[in-house]
């Protein structure tokens, strides 16, 4: 999993934390004394892959740093219903406050790792890689990403800056000024950095040829029939790389990726996940 910078991840639940108690939580300071200390386990209801552990603790120790967040596995790791994930423990009154920000962030994040392997698992034994996009909760992406990793998926772009990537839009404008495809990618390639790779949407064998011709990096297989996808895999063949795009479900994904290509990119990892139901039981209290 990869590194979440310190300074992003706390803006992230720093945000989290602002947006539940900003005003304070008046029923846990009405109600809960603050010498009362607890411990609590969370535990999932249902088998998927863990992710968003250290954000949860990080939740824990911005209310309180004397609350002691023991996890009991690492991101990445498969859990069954009804497995101890972590035990925090502490003031009764801080882990309330705490609660729901660090379920709601490890939910959500083992929610899109335990899909991301799901994929993963469909496209065992065949080249393809699952990857992500960029359709991920705003000001959310670099966990939704990290969580994609511990699913066993690959990221795609991070941001704008992080790959040239030519679209329908960009394509559609050009051509609007009469640039043919291949010239749109040549434009690229000698206005971008020399680090950094081409790679274009095409929908036709037509546009595919006119890729490669213009020397495209990566080819994106948008919306195209596998039929169709196995013959551009065969067209690109040591001369580029190639990404399948729209439409992938988990009935599909196989499929897809006996065309051969090296690449799946599935925009659902993110933007239509299901979070894991993860509970906070919390064992006896001591006064």
Do not use: W, Y
Request: charge should be negative.
């Amino acid at each position: 999993m990869p590194t979440i910078d310190p300074i992003e991840h706390g803006r992230i639940v720093d945000a989290a934390l602002s947006e539940d108690l900003s005003g304070g939580d008046v029923t846990t300071d009405s109600l809960v004394p603050p010498h009362i200390q607890a411990s609590a386990r969370f535990v999932p209801r249902t088998h998927g892959v863990i992710a968003g552990l250290d954000v949860a603790s990080a939740v824990f120790s911005r209310i309180d740093n004397e609350v002691q967040f023991t996890p009991h596995l690492v991101d990445g790791d498969v859990v069954e219903g009804g497995e101890t994930v972590a035990i925090v423990s502490g003031s009764l009154a801080s882990i309330l406050k705490a609660e729901r920000v660090a379920l709601n962030f490890m939910q959500r994040m083992s929610g899109i790792a335990s899909m991301t392997a799901q994929f993963v698992a469909a496209v065992e034994g065949t080249d393809a890689v699952i990857v992500d996009t960029r359709k991920t909760v705003p000001g959310l992406r670099s966990l939704d990403k990290a969580a994609v990793t511990a699913g066993r998926g690959r990221n795609h772009r991070r941001n704008l800056s992080d790959g040239v990537l030519i679209k329908d839009n960009h394509i559609a404008a050009l051509q609007a000024e009469g640039m043919g495809l291949q010239q749109i990618i040549r434009r690229a390639r000698a206005q971008a950095p020399h680090t950094v790779k081409i790679e274009v949407e095409v929908e036709s064998l037509v546009e595919v040829e006119a890729a490669i011709d213009g020397g495209a990096d990566i080819i994106m297989l948008d919306n195209m029939s596998t039929d169709d996808m196995r013959e551009a895999v065969e067209m690109c063949e040591d001369q580029c790389l190639t990404e399948a795009s729209g439409n992938v479900s988990l009935s599909t994904v196989r499929e897809i990726a006996e065309t051969g290509v090296d690449m799946i990119s599935v925009g659902a990892l993110t933007h239509s996940v299901e979070a894991l139901d993860i509970g906070l039981d919390f064992d006896e209290l001591e006064q």
